[in-house]
T-cell receptor
Framework: GNSVTQMEGPVTLSEEAFLTINCTYTATGYPSLFWYVQYPGEGLQLLLK?????DKGSNKGFEATYRKETTSFHLEKGSVQVSDSAVYFCARGGYQKVTFGIGTKLQVIP | GAVVSQHPSWVICKSGTSVKIECRSL??????MFWYRQFPKQSLMLMATSNEGSKATYEQGVEKDKFLINHASLTLSTLTVTSAHPEDSSFYIC???????????????FGSGTRLTVV
């Protein structure tokens, strides 16, 4: 079946550090790929998405590129802030449901 | 646009009672809504897919008599946890497809979640 694998956290970074959270997906079909963010005590918000190979999704300084050759959709940010502390979920679309990765907790310290 | 409102945001109930959680699409019609459960430090587990005007489709292992889903209108789906027990304590999140007829390749719009604590 469809699956998404993302690196387990927690990830702890100092403010202004570079962030990478790895994500790979199963290659069945032509799924859209997503990154969602969940702040403490809240639901999930769509952070960015890409719908086809080589697309780059971007939002709030975060970027991820749909790499079909490596079946990856790694999340990156050049300079993280304390306010970026949250749990990040990689996900892939499908015909019937969205499949989520396990979530990676990011903690940014001043 | 495409806002999903979920109510209540948190609830505490006694063991054996039932709790209803509401999920509303505020500015669009949602023919399909999804109910997820999230355990601490774990990912989202899809419980069921709710379709307006028809029976919900439950995922394997989810008790449909325990978790009653009603999607009676294009803007409202409800999840009722019947005869709740402490092990039902969890974070429940609903989501909807922002445009009717879209596949999940479009992505979801999520509600803000409901923290259920059964004592």
């Amino acid at each position: 079946g469809n699956s998404v694998t993302q690196m387990e956290g927690p990830v702890t970074l100092s403010e202004e550090a570079f962030l990478t959270i790895n994500c790979t997906y199963t290659a069945t079909g032509y799924p859209s790929l997503f990154w969602y963010v969940q702040y403490p005590g809240e639901g999930l918000q769509l952070l960015l998405k890409a719908t086809k190979a080589d697309d780059k999704g971007s939002n709030k300084g975060f970027e991820a590129t749909y790499r079909k050759e490596t079946t990856s959709f790694h999340l990156e940010k050049g300079s993280v802030q304390v306010s970026d502390s949250a749990v990040y979920f990689c996900a892939r679309g499908g015909y019937q449901k969205v499949t989520f990765g396990i979530g990676t907790k990011l903690q940014v310290i001043p | 646009g495409a806002v999903v409102s979920q109510h209540p945001s948190w609830v505490i109930c006694k063991s054996g009672t039932s709790v209803k959680i509401e999920c509303r699409s505020l500015d669009f019609q949602a023919t399909t809504m999804f109910w997820y459960r999230q355990f601490p430090k774990q990912s989202l587990m899809l419980m069921a897919t709710s379709n307006e005007g028809s029976k919900a489709t439950y995922e394997q292992g989810v008790e449909k008599d325990k978790f009653l889903i009603n999607h009676a209108s294009l803007t409202l789906s409800t999840l009722t946890v019947t005869s709740a027990h402490p092990e039902d304590s969890s974070f429940y999140i609903c989501s909807a497809l922002p445009y009717p007829g879209q596949t999940t390749n479009y992505g979801y719009t999520f509600g803000s979640g409901t923290r259920l604590t059964v004592v």
